[in-house]
């Protein structure tokens, strides 16, 4: 692919402000304003310098597997029924079906595509599901810091508390994986006003969660320091699409097939990230893995065009052209 002579640079420093005064955005504290969190400014995406992805590639695509447990009769958790009084059997069961049956058929399907994957781990999966982790290990795939488990949100707990939380998560990660992670996706989406601050003190290099940009950013965190979002997606992801919105298992392999044509097509002007967010116990299921099969064939047929890659390998990308 022919490359733009537009200069070559890593993406914003947390971006420049509109006026293009040469200061970059000032760090935050943990008490952002009212109307900001302070994190990065405005920037958009025709105004930024162009790049390339490694072997002259644009369009960088990567799947998130989330590998979730949860607590039995008490918590939070996806529901595909309204669910009864605890102990909530009917949802709590679908839910396990994931790790037990649906997870190992996406393995399957990842290994006949040759798709890596990041996996979103929460740290309690590894007494619950013996096995389930190693085998993604097994495959090369990135492990990714997922809190605790998915019958909590760490958004709510006073700052201490959830610094404790990373803690206890990052240290069974680091344990059972023999390496710290590099990135970290909240339960449930959840994070303080603190949350970008105590990953970058607890040595994560970049984050998930936001899904407010095509394109990596640098976060400003406290103490002068910063943090990279890679952007997670919250269209091509199962549980708001088919929990919330009731896609049918067409439609959403349809949407990703449909993305990603268009984002190929878009990143011939500039880089792109495009991330699919899947959950066993949802795209698992028989009747939506056939339709996924598809769409991620689809995607894995032009492998030659695009860099199919984890978050971790975006994010060390970034922070290498950053040097």
């Given at each position: 692919m022919r490359r733009s002579k537009r200069p070559i640079s890593a993406p914003p420093d947390a971006a420049r402000f509109p006026d293009d005064r040469s200061e970059t955005l000032p760090v935050t504290t943990s008490e952002p304003t009212v109307s900001s969190h302070g994190r990065y400014?405005?920037?958009?995406?025709?105004?930024?310098?162009?790049?390339?992805?490694?072997?002259?590639?644009?369009?960088?695509?990567?799947?998130?597997?989330?590998?979730?447990?949860?607590?039995?009769?008490?918590?939070?958790?996806?529901?595909?029924?309204?669910?009864?009084p605890q102990p909530d059997v009917l949802n709590y069961a679908w839910r396990d079906w994931g790790n037990r049956v649906g997870a190992w058929r996406i393995r399957d399907m990842l290994d006949e595509l040759g798709?890596?994957?990041?996996?979103?781990?929460?740290?309690?999966?590894?007494?619950?599901?013996?096995?389930?982790?190693?085998?993604?290990?097994?495959?090369?795939?990135?492990?990714?810091?997922?809190?605790?488990?998915?019958?909590e949100r760490q958004g709510t707990l006073p700052e201490a508390e959830e610094r404790a939380l990373i803690a206890?998560?990052?240290?069974?990660?680091?344990?059972?994986?023999?390496?710290?992670?590099?990135?970290?996706?909240?339960?449930?989406?959840?994070?303080?006003?603190?949350?970008?601050?105590?990953?970058?003190?607890?040595?994560?290099?970049?984050?998930?969660?936001?899904?407010?940009?095509?394109?990596?950013?640098?976060?400003?965190?406290?103490?002068?320091?910063?943090?990279?979002s890679v952007p997670y997606p919250q269209e091509l992801n199962d549980i708001p699409a088919i929990v919330a919105r009731k896609d049918g298992p067409r439609a959403f392999a349809e949407a990703i097939a449909d993305g990603f044509d268009e984002m190929l097509d878009q990143s011939r002007r500039a880089p792109l990230v495009m991330g699919i967010a899947l959950h066993p116990y949802i795209v698992g299921q028989p009747h939506r893995l056939r339709p996924l099969r598809q769409a991620l064939e689809r995607i894995a047929g032009h492998r030659d065009r695009v860099w199919l890659t984890t978050s971790g390998a975006i994010a060390a990308h970034v922070a290498k052209m950053a040097e």
């Amino acid at each position: 692919m022919r490359r733009s002579k537009r200069p070559i640079s890593a993406p914003p420093d947390a971006a420049r402000f509109p006026d293009d005064r040469s200061e970059t955005l000032p760090v935050t504290t943990s008490e952002p304003t009212v109307s900001s969190h302070g994190r990065y400014a405005y920037s958009a995406l025709p105004d930024r310098p162009v790049y390339d992805w490694p072997g002259g590639r644009r369009l960088a695509v990567y799947l998130a597997l989330n590998l979730e447990t949860f607590d039995f009769g008490s918590g939070l958790g996806a529901e595909l029924a309204p669910g009864g009084p605890q102990p909530d059997v009917l949802n709590y069961a679908w839910r396990d079906w994931g790790n037990r049956v649906g997870a190992w058929r996406i393995r399957d399907m990842l290994d006949e595509l040759g798709l890596p994957a990041s996996v979103l781990v929460n740290s309690r999966i590894y007494r619950d599901c013996p096995g389930l982790i190693e085998a993604f290990r097994a495959r090369g795939d990135e492990i990714v810091g997922h809190g605790r488990s998915n019958s909590e949100r760490q958004g709510t707990l006073p700052e201490a508390e959830e610094r404790a939380l990373i803690a206890e998560a990052t240290a069974v990660l680091t344990r059972e994986e023999g390496k710290a992670p590099a990135g970290w996706l909240g339960p449930w989406i959840s994070q303080s006003r603190v949350t970008p601050d105590l990953l970058a003190e607890a040595g994560y290099r970049y984050l998930l969660d936001w899904c407010h940009d095509d394109q990596p950013i640098w976060f400003a965190t406290r103490g002068g320091g910063r943090i990279l979002s890679v952007p997670y997606p919250q269209e091509l992801n199962d549980i708001p699409a088919i929990v919330a919105r009731k896609d049918g298992p067409r439609a959403f392999a349809e949407a990703i097939a449909d993305g990603f044509d268009e984002m190929l097509d878009q990143s011939r002007r500039a880089p792109l990230v495009m991330g699919i967010a899947l959950h066993p116990y949802i795209v698992g299921q028989p009747h939506r893995l056939r339709p996924l099969r598809q769409a991620l064939e689809r995607i894995a047929g032009h492998r030659d065009r695009v860099w199919l890659t984890t978050s971790g390998a975006i994010a060390a990308h970034v922070a290498k052209m950053a040097e």
